[in-house]
């Protein structure tokens, strides 16, 4: 296996820039992993292929404005910082612009109009990795937010005009550097169709982090090291899919994020609470434990979330409908269509 083998071309007009009002009106492309078919539908018609006594679990982790703009001391530089996952009181770890010139030891001053007024952060750069990741000691993180963006992937350059676009419904535990994009599909209405046929709606938690954001570098995914996410999965959603899975009934994830989460949690063979960080990388050849059905969105090429897809239904049946869908003129990545594997 080989990490060329998930690679593919995309033309740039297809990757969205702005998201499809209604959000339930975007496409959907289904998989049948049995028929080996494909379908094309709207993505308000998944409610044909749930059942009653289905779960679908979905990730609330929310986004936080982790964009943030600063300046380093001394200096008239300009420094961007990307927030990644807070590692202690006032300690992160992040991605910054440009950083050939934050090196360890580095000071960074965050001033301007905070949404409770004016004030000023001070940073210092206490670690510079070999992978670009810088962690930042901050003076006070607690005001942090105020003084952040929701941070849009960089293949999207058309500013959002309403920044709760690029947050799900239901969103609720704040911790994420990007959204859970399977998620943004989902419609009160259609939450409510789903709940009226009988299907199970059940929340865990994964913020997601820096991988969304790089592809694989190396040749051989096996030596690519995932970076770390923290999740929690609480012991009365574990009963609800224990139990689906008992009554013959399907576990459908909602979002690869969601797929890692219950996927390590039942790591030992049965699925049990979890809390902690999961680092679980899940390549073509992957046994799945709890996961009988997917909706997600369209990957990256070479990226570790395409990989898990097609762990999931087959690299080459994935890479096939992926020709498909951009034969038809599907919308990618973040704000694009989505797909349903069963």
Known sequence: MRTSEFDYDLPPELIAQTPLEPRDKSRLIILNKVTNAIEHRRFCEIIDYVQCGDTMVFNNSRVIPARIIGQKYNSQTKVEILLLRRLDTNVWETLVRPG?????????????????????????????????????????????????????????????????????????????????????????????????????????????????????????????????????????????????????KRVIAVGTSTVRLIEAAAQTGTLKPFGGWVDLFILPGYRFHVTDAMVTNFHLPRSTLLMLVAAFAGKDFVLRAYEQAKGLNYRFYSFGDAMLIL
């Open 100 to 248: 050939r010139k934050l090196t360890t030891g580095a000071r960074i001053t965050i001033s301007g109009l905070h949404r409770s007024g004016s004030g000023v952060i001070e940073a210092k750069v206490l670690e510079h990795r070999e992978d670009g990741i810088r962690t930042i000691r901050f003076s006070n993180d607690a005001l942090i937010e105020g003084f952040g963006q929701i941070p849009l992937p960089p293949y999207i350059h058309t500013p959002l005009a309403d920044p709760e676009r690029y947050q799900t419904i239901y969103a609720q535990i704040k911790g994420s550097a990007a959204a859970p994009t399977a998620g943004l599909h989902f419609t009160p209405e259609l939450l409510n169709k789903l709940r009226e046929k009988g299907v199970y709606l059940a929340f865990v938690t994964l913020h997601i982090g820096l991988d969304t954001f790089r592809p694989v570098r190396v040749e051989d995914p096996n030596g690519h090291v995932i970076h770390k996410e923290f999740g929690e999965l609480k012991p009365e959603v574990v009963t609800l899919l224990n139990q689906t899975k008992k009554q013959g």
